[in-house]
Every structure is written in C-alpha cells, then in structure tokens.
C-alpha cells in the first residue's frame, strides 16, 4: 500500500492535549503537510471562562507560538456545536487548500463531564456531552464529503478514492 501523502489536515480541538500532539508532530515531519489547521474553541485559550486553567493558556500559548514559526499552520476557531462556526472554518480551510481540497480529517474536539452517580446526573449534562463528542463530529465531517477525493462507498460511507 502506498504511504498516504498528507497535503492538508485538520485537526480538531487542538490547542491542548492529543490535539495540540498531532498539530506539533505534523509540522515536524520531515515532509510537512502544505496546510495545517488547528482549531481551537476560543482563539483567547480562556474558553469562555472567567478564569481560565493556566494549563489551558500554556497550551493555547504553544499553539500561537507554533502558528508564529510555521507559515503553514493555519489556527481556526471552531465551536463543533454551531453550524455556523462549522461553515465559517469550512471557508478558511477552502481559501487555503483550493482545488485540492483536505487530505485528512481528525476530530479531537472532545469535553468529558464527570459522571458522579446516577440519581444525580442530569440530562443536561448528558446532552451537552453527546452533542459535543458524538453530533459535532458528525457535523465537521460532512462538508468534508464535497472535497475532492471523497466518494461515496457502497453503503453511504465517504471513503477515500
């Protein structure tokens, strides 16, 4: 099988963690993709909190430090829950990659509401959690299905041509 050649990947939640792993190790690839976006929530690395993590700063911090060495890393906001933000970062990653539309997809965007007890859960927090990991992955991936390269399989699966 022929190594993938990865032009443009975007990756999802990554301005802390496994996302901001990904985003680092693509640009330090020998061969690096032409196009890296990296998403993050709030473009402040505060997510809309009063007072942030300093966790959460130091790494949004490294995110823009990345973005300063490396010109093609493109740092996008985008809220996996509103359409909107979706078509938003759509249109960025489009003016950037073009006519070769995105190579790979990695949805890492992810939020984990501790679970305490049954009795005292509430569907709230339930929902919340599911429209983040399940719906919004859903969401970001399928104008993803309009690139150039993606085919839809014999089940309804967009599978790489």
Known sequence: MDALHVRSVLVTGSDRGIGLGLVTRFLEKRDPPEWVFATSLDLEGSHGKELPNTDTVI????????????????????????????????????????????????????????FTCLVTETAENMERQFNTNTIGTLQVSQPAQKYPGWQEGPKGNCLPK
């Open 59 to 114: 790494s949004f911090q490294k995110l823009k430090k990345l973005a300063g060495h490396h010109p093609n890393l493109v740092v996008l906001q985008l809220d996996v829950r509103d359409l909107k933000s979706i078509e938003a970062a759509t249109r960025k990653v489009e003016e950037h990659v073009k006519e070769h539309g995105l190579t790979l997809l990695i949805n890492n965007a992810a939020i984990l509401i501790k």
